[in-house]
């Protein structure tokens, strides 16, 4: 099945002051029509840039090296018109703060009628229907009362559903959720998860959905891909990847994961080391300074992506194909 979007060889560059920041390098990969993709990474991954390369909204300046393909066109040729045109229709994004999704001086209700305005062939009545039965989906009570209020008078966690329903009524062909439960409790969170894979079932567009919570993405990805430092270290179907880690940085994500931890006090471990700046010249493996197996070859040579199983991926000298 022909990919819904397709990167290949992606580098992100921003223009620095002393030297170019390369806030991406190299990275390639496919998202297939129905298939949710977890994006993982630290701050300073590079996630958030390319969430904004797939969306076409990278700020005047940023250079993209390599392609980025969406249905076979490519986006970073488009012209900015074209590019809205997408992002109104085929392409829809949730935002880790829904007050960027929606507009704070209008109701809910005008605001969900006017998300489908490329739907041809249904009346305003339909629109408002349709729009009130999303918000019943995405789990807010009296929808018809939420219908009439203005975005402030809700909830954080209840403007997360209705931009989630906002984007849903759009029936994307593909959906970018950059950290969408980020910002939420414990409780919501978990139920907007449930709500985006009960979703998923019923679409058919392709998922990209990006977090630092490597957890979530048991929850709702069919395959992950791994960031460090802008470069992907891992990438695979989840059932593989998050059972059997075969990349270090994998493996030290995981075993920070809160949802992992059963000791009585429940600290969390963190990495040692930090991220390397993006602006540094690189030689040998990125993570080799934080990681620990690391051996002489690493500080010499950059390991390329190898495979370790169907459709899976790591960039590690330890992996034995
Ligand atoms: Fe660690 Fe070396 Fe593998 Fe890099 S290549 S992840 S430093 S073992
Ligand atoms: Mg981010």
């Not at 493996?285 to 390991?303: L, Q, W």
Request: include cysteine.
């Amino acid at each position: 099945m022909e990919p819904v979007l397709s990167l290949n060889d992606v580098s992100i560059v921003y223009p620095g002051d002393a030297s170019d920041v390369r806030a991406v390098r190299n990275v390639s990969l496919d998202v297939a029509p129905g298939e949710t993709l977890g994006l993982v990474g630290e701050s300073g991954s590079g996630k958030s840039s390319l969430a904004a390369a797939m969306l076409g909204l990278l700020p005047a300046g940023a250079r993209v090296e390599g392609t980025v393909q969406f249905e076979g066109q490519e986006m970073t040729q488009l012209g900015e018109t074209e590019r809205r045109r997408l992002r109104g229709s085929a392409i829809a994004a949730i935002a880790q703060d829904p007050f960027t999704a929606l507009n704070p001086v209008m109701r809910i209700g005008k605001q969900m009628v006017e998300f489908q305005h490329w739907q041809k062939g249904l009346s305003k009545t339909e629109r408002w229907n349709r729009a009130t039965e999303m918000l019943a989906r995405v789990g807010l009570s009296d929808p018809e009362l939420r219908m009439r209020q203005f975005p402030h008078q809700l909830s954080g966690g209840s403007r997360q559903r209705v931009a989630i329903g906002a984007a849903l009524l759009a029936e994307p062909r593909l959906l970018i959720a950059d950290e969408p439960t980020t910002a939420l409790d414990a409780t919501t969170e978990a139920q907007i998860l449930t709500i985006m894979r009960d979703a998923k079932a019923e679409m058919t567009g392709a998922t990209v959905f990006i977090t630092h919570d490597i957890s979530v993405v048991s929850r709702l990805c069919d395959r992950v891909a791994v960031l460090y430092a802008g470069e992907l270290m891992e990438t695979g179907p989840v059932s593989d990847v998050l059972a059997n880690p075969q990349h270090p940085y994998t493996r030290a994500l995981l075993d920070c994961d809160p949802a992992r931890i059963d000791r009585p006090t429940r600290t969390l471990p963190t990495i040692p080391g930090t991220v390397p700046p993006p602006g540094a010249a690189r030689k040998g493996c990125v993570f080799a300074e934080r990681c620990p197996a690391a051996f002489a070859r690493c500080a010499i040579e950059k390991p390329k992506l190898l495979s370790c199983g169907a459709g899976w991926k790591s960039a590690c000298h330890l992996v034995t194909a």
